[in-house]
């Protein structure tokens, strides 16, 4: 399995804190069959310029390199706090894209209702640039909960969907999870683990819960989309938008 959106680099954000905690993170996704993982710490570029982010993250990186347990791969990336207002500029989401991909994982706001800049800026990044945003955890927002049909205009703007192995068994979000993954809207699956405690990686029993409800193709998709992801590869996914009536995803 590969896990995209994590929090492992120590200090840098509101994940690990220590090495030695980004060490027992870092064992219980082998442990769980995780092959491959990006560190993406969050990048809010109202924070930290682009160049003390980047120093940042290789220090913290060099703290845990000679720790990575054999057999699993890593690389560098971020997740990138994006509003519509403000945002990073397109050279700096390029350099804060997944090592050796054209792929960047953006955040979007928790708030109620999204500015329409944030589509407008979204369209021109991948207009400018040709580079592929990947929506952090789609499940998540208010925004996206009460009007699902956004996710598959994401995609048809050229857009990827990441969602989080956690919201699979999360009463608020599970109904909107397994039906973007019946809707082929699910392209990544990550732990977006913080810790080695209460935001541990929990992979293999989502893994297993997905299975038992039937959706072992969709799952097997999503794996083998962030393999295309990562080896540059085309990603070619049939989908169909999810809509909402009253509690219900369909
Ligand atoms: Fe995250």
């Known amino acids: 399995m590969i896990d995209v959106h994590t929090h492992i680099l120590p200090a840098i954000d509101d994940g690990a804190k220590t ?16 092959k491959e993982i990006v560190f993406t710490p969050h990048y809010y570029g109202k924070k930290r310029s682009l160049d003390a982010f980047l120093a940042l993250r290789n220090d913290a990186w060099q703290k845990i390199q000679a720790d990575i347990p054999d057999g699993l791969q890593t690389r560098l990336g971020a997740e990138v706090h994006f509003t519509g207002v403000n945002d990073p500029s397109h050279d700096a989401l390029c350099t804060l894209a997944m090592e050796g991909t054209s792929c960047v994982l953006i955040e979007l706001p928790f708030t109620r209702k999204w500015n ?42 050229g857009c990827l969907i990441q969602v ?59 794996q083998a989309c962030m393999r295309a992801i990562l080896d540059k590869k085309p990603i070619r996914q049939e989908y169909s938008p999810v809509r909402r009536f009253l509690r219900f995803y369909y």
């Not at 945003?133 to 205009?153: D, F, G, L, S």
């Open 116 to 157: 329409k800049s944030v589509f407008t800026h979204l369209r021109e990044f991948i207009l400018d640039t040709g580079y592929t945003p990947i929506i952090a955890h789609v499940e998540r927002y208010m925004e996206t909960q009460k009007n699902p049909e956004i996710v598959a205009k994401f995609v048809e703007m």
């Open 164 to 222: 989080n192995t956690g919201s699979f068994l999360n009463k608020m979000t599970r109904r909107f999870a397994y039906a973007l993954l019946k809707h082929g809207l699910v392209h990544c699956l990550a732990t977006d683990t913080h810790n080695s405690d209460l935001r541990a990686p929990d992979y293999e029993n989502v893994r297993e819960a997905v299975y038992s409800a039937g959706y072992e193709k969709e799952w097997k998709q999503a």
């Open 19 to 34: 090495r030695e905690d980004a060490i027992k993170i870092l064992q219980a996704e082998v442990a769980q069959g995780v």
